[in-house]
């Protein structure tokens, strides 16, 4: 991975990370330790899925880069689809609160993108292949007038 891959992976999970923190105490007081609990799990996955979704996108853009718009609309809706489906299979659990959890699914994602737009906005990404300036100036043709 890229200094600018990681810079852009860390200017996005770290404001996901003080998300899922700040849902965590709110969630501890109003459902108690498995709001806090469910809360946290939610962060986790979201930092999770979408941390290896952003890998797999970096990997595609410089690999396949023709493919890249399309994968990235492909990605972005498997991976909310795949959230949906966290928040569906863990409706009726015990363990944690399922209100947290689903709640905090929500926010941490909405603040991924978010922050993932905010991090695209302000990187500088080069537009033109440096290595390609290091290839021997042609010749130039005709007259110098």
Same mark, same amino acid.
């Given at each position: 991975?890229?200094s600018?891959?990681?810079r852009?992976?860390?200017?996005?999970?770290?404001?996901?990370?003080? %998300? +899922?923190?700040? /849902?965590? @105490? !709110?969630?501890? *007081?109003?459902?108690? =330790?498995? #709001?806090? &609990?469910? %809360? +946290?799990?939610? /962060?986790? @996955? !979201?930092?999770? *899925?979408?941390?290896? =979704?952003? #890998?797999? &996108?970096?990997?595609?853009?410089? /690999?396949?880069?023709?493919?890249?718009?399309?994968?990235?609309?492909?990605?972005?809706?498997?991976?909310?689809?795949?959230?949906?489906?966290?928040?569906?299979?863990?409706?009726?659990?015990s363990?944690?609160?399922?209100?947290?959890?689903?709640?905090?699914?929500?926010?941490?994602?909405?603040?991924?993108i978010?922050?993932?737009?905010?991090?695209?906005?302000?990187?500088?990404?080069?537009?033109?292949?440096?290595?390609?300036?290091?290839?021997?100036?042609?010749?130039?043709?005709?007259?110098?007038?």
């Open positions: 991975m890229s600018q891959d990681t852009l992976l860390l200017r996005t999970a770290v404001p996901t990370a003080a %998300a +899922g923190a700040i /849902a965590a @105490v !709110v969630s501890a *007081f109003v459902a108690g =330790g498995k #709001g806090a &609990l469910g %809360a +946290g799990i939610a /962060a986790l @996955v !979201v930092i999770l *899925f979408m941390g290896i =979704g952003l #890998g797999v &996108l970096q990997w595609v853009a410089k /690999a396949y880069p023709q493919i890249f718009q399309a994968m990235g609309l492909a990605l972005y809706t498997a991976q909310l689809l795949l959230l949906f489906v966290f928040v569906a299979a863990f409706k009726n659990t363990l944690f609160s399922p209100k947290a959890f689903a709640s905090t699914i929500v926010a941490t994602t909405l603040v991924w978010a922050a993932q737009a905010l991090a695209h906005t302000k990187a500088k990404i080069l537009y033109v292949n440096p290595e390609a300036t290091d290839a021997k100036p042609e010749a130039k043709s005709g007259s110098a007038a």
